[in-house]
């Protein structure tokens, strides 16, 4: 069983990314710069150049070129404890079953650990998966071919809707039957020190999650849309009316796939 690290990026200009993320193990990374090029570094790192844009295709290209037994998603602002990645094996090794498995992080800013994200070790499933982001993720790549899995092109950074796309899809692995787990074992340290998408908790990004909800949840969206409501007052302050106000824009909007600055019409 072999594994391959899966890291979506911009903006470089070789393989050393690999290096910077203590990252040993087979590695591709999907770099989105403007231009078209391919490199590889000794054939343990791959990476694929495009002028393309979007989080959601840079994952997809991750995705074809990954040849691994289990395929781990990464973010480049991510620094690996065990650069051979050997636990996350280890951990299908302990559920054979398993198609889908999500780790632990730790959340840094200037270097220091403000959040501990753990896990405890036992079954998920969809209503206590979306906690979890892809870059917590490792899945089977059997499971992706035979599923046909894919990230969506209308949600996250340099997408129409900003957010969202790991939300969705989790819910196409839970849709396509898939068994998740959760697990103890920490990958590393994610750099909370600047995001190159997220801008604040302002009209925009609410109703870009109305928009999520409406596409991951088509029938129970006025109802899954309280639990992120709740959730994004609990963390930003904002009062649920607001949330409510621009989610349910977004709802509306994704009906028409109408990004937000074409959402006048709602006002």
Aim: charged fraction near 25%; glycine fraction near 8%; include cysteine.
């Amino acid at each position: 069983m072999e594994l391959e690290v899966l890291v979506v990026t911009m903006g470089q200009e070789d393989c050393s990314l690999a290096d910077k993320m203590n990252l040993k193990c087979r590695t591709v990374i999907a770099n989105q710069c403007g231009r078209w090029g391919y490199a590889e570094d000794h054939g343990r790192v791959r990476m694929l150049s495009s002028d393309t844009v979007g989080v959601g295709t840079n994952r997809n290209f991750t995705l074809q070129l990954a040849t691994a037994d289990i395929l781990l998603f990464a973010d480049d602002d991510i620094t690996y404890y065990d650069s051979s990645m050997e636990p996350v094996l280890e951990a299908f090794r302990q559920f054979p079953k398993a198609d889908v498995i999500f780790f632990g992080i730790d959340m840094t800013r200037e270097g220091k650990v403000f959040d501990k994200r753990r896990n405890k070790v036992r079954r998920v499933h969809l209503w206590n998966a979306l906690r979890y982001g892809a870059a917590r993720m490792a899945i089977r790549r059997e499971a992706v071919i035979k599923h046909r899995l894919s990230f969506s092109t209308l949600f996250g950074g340099g997408c129409p809707y900003g957010s969202g796309e790991d939300t969705v899809f989790i819910r196409d692995c839970f849709r396509a039957g898939l068994r998740a787990y959760s697990h103890d074992y920490v990958l590393g340290a994610c750099a909370k020190d600047s995001s190159t998408w997220f801008s604040g908790y302002h009209d925009k990004y609410f109703y870009d999650w109305g928009a999520t909800v409406a596409c991951a949840f088509p029938k129970g969206k006025h109802f899954i849309k309280w639990y992120f409501a709740l959730k994004f007052r609990k963390k930003t302050g904002v009062p649920v009316r607001s949330i409510f106000r621009q989610m349910n824009r977004g709802i509306r909007g994704y009906q028409k796939l109408q990004p937000y600055s074409q959402e006048e019409k709602y006002v």
